[in-house]
């Protein structure tokens, strides 16, 4: 068995942060104009010296949160077909293509930013509409919807052209014997 504490494994730990804990921290953030309690863990986690608990109650809050804007990014792309280019391939994972290893490397270095740029436009977009029930009078409408605009664009186009990545990299692949008889 391959060693699990070198490059790789520090290579599918960073494709597991920006897929899930970014996005998620996004939405935790979103969430904390709203729950005094979440402000609070996200200022005592980012103001100075902080406890092992307070960010580990970050990470987990951020994860959680990611996993569900994972889900939900999952129902609008992929399952509601809303954005059919960002649509992901049926059987990500499931190809009996190459060697795992190229398989392995072709997700970490297409499909987990594919999920980064789309789960964060989703994090961002809920944000955004959680935003417009804030009494707050920092912002108006306007520079929010044209942030809006611009991030989304920029998210959804990158998001975009990582699937397309990660399948031609798939595509590549020799088949398996299992397919080539099938």
Same mark, same amino acid.
């Given at each position: 068995?391959?060693?699990?504490?070198?490059?790789?494994?520090?290579?599918?730990?960073?494709?597991?942060?920006?897929?899930? !804990?970014? %996005?998620?921290?996004?939405?935790?953030?979103?969430? *904390?104009?709203?729950?005094?309690?979440?402000? *609070?863990?996200?200022?005592?986690? *980012?103001?100075?010296?902080? *406890?092992?608990?307070?960010?580990?109650?970050?990470?987990?809050?951020?994860?959680?949160?990611?996993?569900?804007?994972?889900?939900?990014?999952?129902? !609008?792309? &992929?399952?509601?077909?809303?954005?059919?280019?960002?649509?992901? %391939?049926?059987?990500?994972?499931? &190809?009996?293509?190459? %060697?795992?290893?190229?398989?392995?490397?072709?997700?970490?270095?297409?499909?987990?930013?594919?999920?980064?740029?789309?789960?964060?436009?989703?994090?961002?977009?809920?944000?955004?509409?959680?935003?417009?029930?804030?009494?707050?009078?920092?912002?108006? !409408?306007?520079?929010?919807?044209?942030?809006?605009?611009?991030?989304?664009?920029?998210?959804?186009?990158?998001?975009?052209?990582?699937?397309?990545?990660?399948?031609?990299?798939?595509?590549?692949?020799?088949?398996?014997?299992?397919?080539?008889?099938?």
């Amino acid at each position: 068995m391959a060693d699990e504490t070198g490059p790789d494994q520090i290579t599918r730990n960073f494709g597991f942060i920006i897929a899930f !804990l970014l %996005p998620g921290f996004i939405g935790l953030w979103g969430i *904390s104009y709203f729950d005094r309690g979440v402000e *609070s863990w996200i200022k005592r986690a *980012s103001s100075g010296p902080t *406890s092992i608990g307070d960010f580990l109650l970050v990470v987990v809050a951020s994860l959680g949160i990611g996993i569900f804007v994972s889900g939900l990014r999952c129902l !609008l792309f &992929e399952e509601l077909n809303l954005l059919k280019a960002l649509k992901a %391939p049926a059987k990500v994972g499931q &190809e009996n293509r190459g %060697p795992l290893s190229v398989q392995r490397e072709a997700n970490e270095n297409f499909y987990k930013f594919y999920l980064f740029y789309a789960n964060t436009a989703v994090a961002v977009f809920v944000v955004f509409v959680v935003s417009l029930f804030l009494p707050s009078h920092e912002w108006t !409408l306007l520079p929010k919807a044209i942030a809006l605009v611009v991030s989304e664009v920029i998210l959804v186009f990158s998001a975009k052209d990582s699937i397309k990545r990660y399948r031609e990299a798939i595509r590549a692949l020799p088949m398996g014997p299992e397919q080539k008889t099938a």
